[in-house]
């Protein structure tokens, strides 16, 4: 069975070591791209999960790269082996999963853009780390044990490390961070849409800065 690469751990490590928390960013709107992408750097964000669940994700994703060469820009909610494809041919610089596939899993050792796979037990986990994973998605993290769950992991996986996504809020950013194997959370409070919809780039900006405050970074 073939490995993942050094680079590509690396280039993940990369990715979450470059900022605690990742905004999941789902755009209904193609004008909102960039004033979202400018309010959430601006706050001090500097990793950009765009997801792969609206029609417009793939042009959102071409278009952040070109407006922030300087944060990471990946793709999120990527199923399956062709959207992978689309959005390494769009620029995505990381990719990620919501669970894994023994198809995506193998997609994502040759890859271009590194891969970091969601997983939810142990079994997943165990899938990927015999291919090399070390750096996963723990999603959707709240209703699969929170941090009871990850500090579980923790026993027989002293060598691997999340970033939780799902149910996780400002408030409880900061207490799944505190833990060793969490490296950086996600989530969509840091993209209310009721903010984007009212063009409310200056409160999206107060709450990327707020919640990257609350943990000690900005
Ligand atoms: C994801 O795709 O990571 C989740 O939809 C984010 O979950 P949240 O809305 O609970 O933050």
């Not at 706050?43 to 071409?62: D, P, Q, S």
Request: net charge negative; aromatic share 8%.
């Amino acid at each position: 069975m073939s490995r993942l690469s050094t680079q590509h751990r690396h280039q993940i490590q990369s990715v979450l070591g470059a900022c605690p928390l990742v905004p999941v960013i789902s755009i209904q709107d193609p004008d909102h791209v960039v004033p979202l992408g400018r309010a959430l750097v601006e706050g001090g964000i500097r990793i950009l999960e765009v997801t792969l669940r609206t029609e417009h994700g793939l042009g959102a994703i071409h278009q952040l790269r070109r407006a922030f060469p300087e944060v990471w820009v990946g793709a999120g909610t990527v199923v399956g082996a062709n959207q992978y494809r689309q959005a390494e041919a769009v620029g995505a610089q990381f990719i990620i999963t919501p669970g894994v596939t023994a198809e995506l899993l193998e997609f994502g050792l040759t890859a271009h853009a590194p891969l970091l796979p969601g997983v939810s037990t142990t079994s997943e986990m165990m899938m990927g780390y015999a291919m090399g994973y070390r750096e996963f998605k723990f999603f959707p993290a709240e209703v699969a044990g929170g941090i009871a769950a990850l500090k579980a992991f923790s026993g027989p996986f002293p060598d691997v490390s999340f970033c939780p996504t799902g149910g996780i809020r400002q408030e409880t950013a900061g207490d799944y961070l505190a833990l060793p194997n969490v490296k950086a959370v996600g989530g969509t409070w840091l993209t209310p849409q009721d903010r984007i919809e009212a063009g409310d780039w200056a409160g999206i900006t107060e709450l990327a800065a707020a919640s990257l405050k609350g943990l000690g970074q900005f």
